[in-house]
């Protein structure tokens, strides 16, 4: 199969158990390939899980959910170095971040200091424990879920984790026909747990570097600095978009042009992803419109796209 061949194959995969989502699946593949993380804000119950779980199981990939809670602690997840008698030597126990796929489910219920525990290994792709460095697997791609912050026994994640996740999404309910196929679909089991790999975690490595070799023509990477460069002077914007948030509006781009098949990006790829991408990396001004900032930071880079001229 070629590249677009095998990412269909996953798409339709995924699709099988989840339903009416098929942005939501496109997304998650599209920042899976652009070496990204995703973060998905929505309330329990919409599929956020089943979708991680489905990705790890279509390529074959080490899958750890870890649910975060306020008296989670660091060494919870990344793991702690113990004395063995038996070796009579300290080693390393490697904690559930040591996999392909990690779900960080409800990551807004850990206090600051755990959250802030993912910062290396998102970035970086390695943990350090006692100074002694320690790779991460190749794929490495956390999926995180938010509750709204509206919810009780919430912490805000900081700017510089939020700059970390490539997308920000939200899965939203399903439609009611999709809605009735999940029931019907479940009443005996759980379709995600019947799904077999059709990709290896090696093919998605191979992706992964085709989508650094999808042409991005220079007036589109002109177009893209324009979007950037007007949230840095937008009136209801503190402070805009970061040189990380260019960076990965580029490569969602490319990684987007990948996944619907061609070698070369389009304008219809920027303005996709530019939401997804670039809302979560804003800070606001306090006197911005009322409401949930996440909304509040859409309607913004909605705007910004509307007033942009497209390259032709």
Do not use: C, W
Not at 93 to 105: E, M, Q, S, T, Y
Not at 173 to 198: N, W
């Amino acid at each position: 199969m070629n590249s677009a061949e095998r990412i269909r194959a996953l798409r339709d995969n995924i699709e099988r158990a989840i339903r009416g989502k098929g942005d939501a699946v496109k997304f998650a593949v599209v920042a899976l390939l652009a070496k990204g993380h995703l973060l998905i804000e929505d309330i329990p119950g919409v599929g956020k899980t089943t979708l991680a779980s489905s990705l790890a199981r279509s390529i074959g990939a080490t899958f750890r959910r870890v649910q975060f809670t306020s008296d989670l602690l660091p060494s919870d997840i990344i793991g702690v170095t113990v004395f063995n008698p038996d070796l009579h030597a300290f080693e390393f126990k490697r904690g559930p971040l040591f996999a392909n796929i990690v779900l960080a489910d409800e990551l807004n219920r850990a206090t600051p200091k755990t959250q802030s525990s993912l910062l290396e290994a998102m970035g970086e792709f390695r943990v350090t424990v006692d100074s002694v460095t320690h790779a991460l697997p190749n794929p490495f791609f956390v999926v995180a879920t938010l509750n709204p912050v509206e919810h009780h026994g919430t912490y805000p994640l900081p700017d510089s984790q939020l700059d970390r996740f490539l997308m920000r999404i939200e899965m939203g309910y399903p439609d009611e026909e999709a809605e009735k196929e999940i029931i019907v679909r479940q009443r005996i089991v759980q379709p995600s747990e019947t799904l077999e790999p059709v990709l290896s975690a090696e093919e998605v490595v191979i992706l992964q570097r085709r989508v650094r070799e999808i042409h991005v023509d220079e007036s589109l990477l002109n177009y893209m600095l324009a979007l950037v460069k007007e949230t840095r002077k937008h009136p209801a914007v503190e402070l805009g978009v970061s040189p990380r948030g260019s960076l990965s509006l580029y490569r969602s781009a490319q990684s987007l042009a990948l996944v619907e098949g061609r070698s070369f990006v389009v304008p219809d790829d920027i303005r996709a992803v530019a939401v997804a991408v670039l809302a979560h990396r804003f800070v606001l001004k306090p006197t911005a419109a009322p409401g949930r900032s996440g909304q509040t930071a859409r309607v913004i880079m909605e705007d910004i796209l509307r007033r942009i001229p497209v390259p032709v």
